[in-house]
């Protein structure tokens, strides 16, 4: 695995760092070429900024050894918390090939976490650092900065949404966290962590899920799922292996991957008990919680919602339980004759998160798997559970995101974040998908991103990423990427129709820059340039048969290109862009 | 190239016929293997029924032979309309390769137009036929020969939408015809078509756009493409050549394309005059408008409510016209100083339409390019046109569609949707995408099927699909195989939202096949049977590193099985599936 290589494939992106306040994010730049005009000057572009998920793998002054992790970024901050202790590691199931590393845990009585912070009125540099990341606008500068007379960024300003504010301050980010509307992930024990914010009136995040299972995988092709996965652009990544060396594999993604993790804790309760789910107890899965958070995991999904008396609506189903946690409790509870111990112990499990700050993502292990079965008892059973569980989890200061479907048809979407609002008093919503069909085999990082832009615009703050592997096989790298970019699109979209401040800016510098046949820029400022680029030299590869040595795109040719007809039309009519005559490269849609 | 391989890859598939009343329609049928029971018996499962457009090429019987043509099944349906007359051909620019064809026109002051028999109350054989092509509902005998007594579909039952009217009957079709909510797009030149509907009220039809441009493809290639969209499922065809051979093509194309097929004119008159837009004129057009309504095109795109007034309004946009025909005629009314001819000679476009029976598609010429340009004066402005152009159509007994956008973010689609419906008296929508981004390019696929799926639920008729290559290249037949399956996804989501009375049955069919582990009825029951199988097979291929021979799937193995779970909570509470006990595979999604 050549990871300079994957990081390092576009000259026109690098990583940039911007300092305000106590906080120094960073950022990827895309340069733009020039405009070229028609009296033989040029119009510089200016860069456009755009949020990274990359970490140091994308910073040049990098050592790029996987077995020496990340920088770590929160050290000094979390040394300053009060109320912490070193603690020796409890007994692990690998030797840490990193070494022996301090864990540190709260002392007795105290909550380090962000929720007990912002409920405190205290601004942590994790709050301040989301708030400035999270700023596009202001990182793009066109706040104050622009004016109509500046003429490369005219049609910025003139295209920009009326009414937008424009600035995300550190308080606003206090007060999202405070009230439980959003959340930071971020382990004490995961110093590598650049923090993100996870919360319906910030940018839409999407996760991408990895791991091994126990047919197929390996710490390698882990590591580079999540490699890839950081490439291009995932917020968060959840590992859900269940296959061999599930300690081993976490601790190098961990010391490795710049964005929360997240796990299942279940997976690995399963593993120690040999894969007997009637033999899970509450005191193997309090150790392993206990393991993971001093790993530094930050957020668990914790199947508690899963109550006994929603089974009976679960095996009624067209596809009873399809989310494995789910299923696994449900044995688990029918084996035993008694409620979820998961939900019999959340208080025990909350004092647990509390001491690291891990956050919570309440499992929907009663999800649909089947448009037959969206928006049923079992369900909504669960969900109602899931808010009673997050307002419990926050009274201890622990913070909540609450998980959701799964397959819902178009019209029945809604209901889902409306009754998740309203039940988990707008707890964070992270959902898979859904996915709005159940017939997109082979394609369902479609049918998946389809209802993901519509919950993300109506308020879902997290995506969890489907790939076209989807009900077929476990996916892998080539699948991540696939994944990755169908549900940033998705993001993207809800960002745009949320109003995002800023959000529009890259696609005001993507349409300008085919207004004015700056190929390359279109390139660069595309989710996967390299992909983009593939595509466009195979055109040019097309038209390369007409021998002309002419400039002129595969699609339609000089007479047929709309783009074109429009800077004529524009010169006509009072509005001329002024390009120089042999602007090369045609672009249009037809 | 291999038609029959292409067609035949699916033994599970097959072409039938099912008669009813005076007609005969072909559908694909899939079978799926029976249900294994744990007491050694087996259950069989009934074969689902699914919408095909593939035509002849996808019965066995078929000579295969592209230079034969498709079978004539309308043949004797047009000879029994009354006054039409046998014409010479016009002089065509190419020498007919299918030889000598009598060539159909109206009499005198006659309009065969399914539009005018619905007036008339007349209900036509193709009404007929597509009111049979609809219901799946009673296709798949839903309606009344399912009982709960009987055990292999009393899932679908117990599932299935309450309050849908599962009867689509000709009359109703006649009605909706009638009133300008539907169109059968169908030549009466155009004999080898099998009849399709496009209105609000039906099944969402997608478009598939092929074609070549100066720079790239051969007549081969564009038949290639033309098989491989019906072959995946494309409802419309659009030849959108501008290079050479643009009359040949179209001939090679219609003689062998059993679904509607549409064009823009303006494209080979614009060649016809040599490229320069300033040269086009009323009488040039005409020709190859009758020129192209005597081969047999079914719809034309006509750019007609381009008028002067809105120039203005696009000349001031971010990406200014990026609709081909748009900028054409912008760049002929700017040159002229004039109204755009097509507006003024309406009246004259219509008689030739209804001599023929092609139906309009109105352009949208000023739709939007980018987000910043959606939803504008230029663009509304337009639309309103397209209202009163609609209206004179209908007047003068010519089926009419209406082209929308393009670029629109989320939140600002519906009131396309709203206002197209208001101001065209609900003629069907036809929309392109809506991309809801600017920044997808390589996905772009993706990001129009997002909105797609969105303005389908809402009521667009027909979406015209977007490639991978969409802004980067002309698209080649892989590429629209990936654009078609997109928006079958995309136009099978809107289906399901609307409750199209059986669009569900399908999704039940595949989530009762995941649940009891039958994968070869999950491959086959999807919209690429061939890619579902090869992403299965490398699954397969990766679990077998176990090397334990066990069958097991890649995703999870055997203890991390959902829906193997779900089998056991399903017999302990009294819902039992009774599998047998070792039926290999297993299915899940995490």
Redesign the interface.
Known sequence: MDIRKLFFDNPARRRIYVRKGNVEVALAEVNLSPTRLRDGTSRPNSPVRIYDTSGAWFDESFHFDPSRGLPKLRSDWIQKRKGLEIVSQTESSHKNPFGERKILRAAKGVSPTQLWYAKQGIITPEMEYVALRENLAFLNGIENKISVSSPQNS?FL??SLPGQSVEITPEFVRSEIACGRAIIPANINHAELEPAIIGRNFLVKINT?IGN?????SIEEEMEKMLWAIKWGSDTLMD?S??KDISLTREWIIRNCPTPVGTVPL?QA?EKVG?I?EDLSWETYRDVLIEQAEQGVDYFTIHAGVLREF??F???R???????G???M??WI?AHERENFLFEHWDDICDIMASYDVAFSIGDGLRP?????ANDKAQFGELKVQGELARRAREKNVQVMCEGPG?V???MIKANMENQSAWCDDAPFYT?GPL????????D???A??GA??IG?YGTAMLCY?T???????PMRDDVREGV??FK??A???D????HPGA?Y???A???A??EFRWND??N????PG??KA??A???A??S??NSGAH????????????R??????D????PMNLEEDTPGL????
């Not at 798997?369 to 079965?373: P, R, V, Y």
């Not at 795109?553 to 047929?560: A, E």
């Not at 006509?572 to 509005?575: H, I, P, S, T, Y």
């Open positions: 049609l003139q295209h899920n299972s126990p047919m197929a995988s859900l269940t296959g997976y399963l894969g789910a089974l009976p679960a095996a009624a067209m596809a009873g339980i399809v989310s494995r789910g299923a696994i449900a044995k029918l798997g089947a448009i037959a079965d397959h048809p178009m019209q898979l709005v069909s159940d017939i997109g085999a082979g394609y990082h479609i049918t991103a389809i832009a519509q615009w489907v076209p592997k989807e009900h077929l096989a476990l970019v169908a699109i998705a993207h979209a809800a745009l129709a949320k109003g529009q890259r696609d005001n993507m349409s300008l085919r207004a279109q390139i400022l595309s989710f996967d992909r983009a595509f466009r195979r055109g040019d097309e038209f048969r007409d002129h795109c595969s699609m339609c040719g000089p007479r047929f290109c709309s783009m007809a429009s800077l004529e039309i524009k006509k009519l009072g509005n672009s249009c849609d037809i």
